[in-house]
């Protein structure tokens, strides 16, 4: 999490914040800081409380307890207007009535910019977006994508410290999906801000942030870079929720006076090593072993190997998903080339890459070593 | 087709044959007991010299735009304030709505105990100050926008509803999106909430035009049209043309002209409201 550099200022930072609905807890003391200038995701499944996160900063929802702070000035007491944030809305809520020209200008309008400056980064703002086209239109009359584009000109416009997306793309199709995300990497790349972007897709997550806070259950399960997320889940549930097709998780037993590295036995009485050292370990409790896809090795049938049996195969191109089933009751993943040539019903020798293995607790925090 | 023929049936049998059927009626000289002679355009130049007609026609008018304006701005100020999900909102919201489900009868027997001038509620209030009671109903100026107050109370709940209704149609995320934006109440209010309903508020002019150019009751029961024909409006005004002196044939032609008044009144509403909307 400490890998942000020397020049790190913070542009937005959460400290101890919690709600409620009712009796209901939606945020359970969340602290995190965000870069001047960086780029970040918030990642979780439905209802973990990451929308509640962005409207709470955005002064849509007050909060309980904590203190939210925008350029070191602590803002949770402002109405939203004030806290120089801008949001990019999931439905973009883009103002029926009003031409784009009109639904970029309320905001300045609102605060009084003079009327030759409002048209002067009205046209700045159009020409980066590539909406010239388009100001005298209203939103009915643009496509998704237009208007996507002109909700992100309305919120620049206002040359907000914080900017808020809300899965703005989860309206738009695959195609126009991918390009906008390159857009939006873009636009960080240029305008050099503080994002804050809400997604349940990890695609997004990966592709777009500087980090990712994956949240689960009201709480930050894990904060990193995206290649830290994928290749060093904190805990069970990042392992398992990031990632496609995602971890595959299987219940272990330890097998004792391995040395430092802790050895153990799966299901099927095969004996594996990892690389977790043992003493890091509890000393008790349930052991699951996590091992992605890819960390999957298929060979013939042997002596000494983990034997599975082939369910099905997916076909992606590139490579093929071969899914397995093992030891009676597990199911299994693997990532294998394209020219995989097993079929239904196959025996197959199966092997754990022991350095890209995990080893999570019964708490599901993970034991991996660390680099 | 066979499942708007039921429809389509009642449609034609109660509404586009009695309008035909009035409409021919209109033309001749006729009294329910069955005498019935063509006559031309007779009955329609005989309304244009009725003094008493001319004048139920200018009392409607003055009734429609005493009550149509005042209607859609209460119910709307009504449905902003009270378009919240707090419990004193939602009793009122009941309290405004269920004078409404009052009939005729009811409403006016109400309204008459508040204005009469002999122990009324009004004069009882005049009287502890001081004032000598107004005659509210048997005074030629006060009586139709006396019967025009009742038809408010009355009347007031299904624009409210219909407010309340487009009110609730409007997305959360604009008043985000405005709230974000630095938009006071009145900005907002005028920015997004009255462009966002519009609609709504023609379908209401529309609708209470119809509604109110067809007073009846009310007249009927609390000034006969009186004094001298002060409150007499065009539906009462056909009612005693055709129910009481059985001159149905002139009664229809009146019928006749009140229909095409609605229609044109109704019609310049929504051209207007639609013209606006364009530019």
Same mark, same amino acid.
Request: charged share 20%; net charge neutral; with cysteine.
């Given at each position: ?142 496509? #998704? ?62 592709? *777009? ?132 040539? #097993? ?5 197959? #020798? ?22 | ?107 006016? *027997? ?170």
């Amino acid at each position: 999490m400490d890998d942000r550099g020397e020049s790190y200022v913070t542009g937005l930072a959460l400290k101890g914040v919690s709600k409620r609905f009712g009796g209901t807890l939606v945020l359970d003391e969340v602290s995190l800081e965000v870069g001047a200038d960086e780029f970040l995701v918030v990642l979780g499944p439905s209802g973990c409380g990451k929308s509640t996160l962005l409207r709470a900063i955005a002064g849509l929802e007050s909060i309980d307890s904590g203190a939210i702070e925008i350029d070191g000035r602590r803002v949770d007491h402002l109405p939203p207007g004030k806290r120089g944030v801008a949001m990019v809305f999931q439905g973009y809520a883009l103002y029926p009535h009003m031409s784009v020209r009109e639904n970029i200008a309320f905001g300045l309008a609102n605060i009084g910019v003079a009327r030759q400056e409002i048209e002067r980064r009205i046209a700045e703002v159009a020409r980066m977006l590539e909406i010239e086209a388009l100001l005298g239109r209203v939103p009915s009359e643009l496509s #998704g994508g237009q208007r996507q584009r002109v909700a992100i000109g309305r919120a620049i416009v206002k040359d907000p410290k914080v900017f808020m997306f809300d899965e703005p793309l989860s309206n738009l199709d695959a195609a126009l999906r991918s390009r906008t995300r390159q857009e939006i990497a873009n636009l960080h790349r240029r305008i050099k801000k503080t994002m804050v972007f809400v997604t349940h897709d990890q695609i997004e997550a990966m592709t *777009l942030a500087d980090r990712i806070v994956v949240m689960n259950q009201r709480r930050i399960e894990q904060i990193g870079t995206p290649g830290d997320i994928y290749s060093h889940p904190a805990t069970l549930f990042v392992a398992t929720f990031v990632g496609s097709p995602s971890m595959n998780i299987l219940p272990v037993t330890r097998v004792p006076g391995g040395g430092a590295l802790q050895r153990v036995r799966l299901g099927d009485g095969t004996e594996m090593n990892t690389r977790v050292p043992a003493g890091a370990l509890p000393h008790d409790g349930t052991l699951r072993l996590g091992v992605r896809p890819e960390a999957v090795r298929l060979h013939p049938p042997a002596d000494g190997r983990a034997a599975a049996v082939v369910e099905f195969v997916e076909f992606m191109g590139d490579k093929s998903f071969v899914y397995l089933s093992f030891g009676g009751e597990d199911r299994i993943v693997a990532a294998e080339s394209a020219s995989f040539a #097993g079929r239904p019903g196959d025996s197959v #020798g199966m092997e754990f890459d022991p350095a890209a293995a995990h080893l999570f607790d019964a708490e599901g925090r993970n034991h991996r070593r660390s680099s | 087709m066979i499942f708007v023929a039921p429809y389509l049936i009642v449609f034609t049998v109660l509404l586009v044959y009695p309008l035909i059927s009035g409409m021919w009626l209109s033309l001749h000289k006729a009294d329910l007991f069955g005498g019935s002679q063509f006559i031309g355009i007779e009955n329609y130049l005989r309304l244009i010299r009725d003094e008493v007609f001319l004048q139920s026609v200018r009392n409607t008018c003055y009734f429609v735009l005493l009550t149509v304006p005042a209607l859609t701005l209460i119910g709307l100020g009504l449905a902003l304030a009270l378009n919240n999900t707090s419990r004193r909102s939602a009793i009122l919201r009941g309290l405004f709505f269920s004078s409404s489900v009052l009939s005729v009868t009811i409403v006016t *027997l109400i309204w008459r105990m508040v204005l009469i001038p002999d122990g009324g509620l009004v004069a009882n209030f005049l009287a502890a100050i001081g004032l000598p009671p107004i005659p509210f109903l048997s005074n030629a100026r006060l009586a139709l926008p006396a019967v025009a107050i009742t038809t408010l109370w009355w009347c007031i709940g299904l624009p409210m509803m219909l407010f309340l209704a487009a009110l609730q149609q409007v997305p959360a995320e604009l008043y985000e999106a405005a709230a974000l934006d630095n938009a006071g109440p009145w900005r907002t209010l005028f920015s997004i909430t009255l462009p966002s309903i519009r609609r709504t508020a023609v379908v209401v002019a529309v609708i209470e035009i119809i509604l109110q150019f067809q007073l009846f009751g009310q007249a009927q029961i609390m000034t006969l049209g009186g004094p001298d024909n002060a409150s007499l409006p065009i539906v009462l005004f056909i009612y005693q043309i055709g129910f009481q002196r059985w001159d149905i044939g002139y009664a229809a032609a009146a019928s006749e002209v009140l229909f095409c008044i609605i229609l044109a009144a109704a019609m310049t509403q929504f051209f207007a409201a639609r013209g606006r909307r364009k530019t």
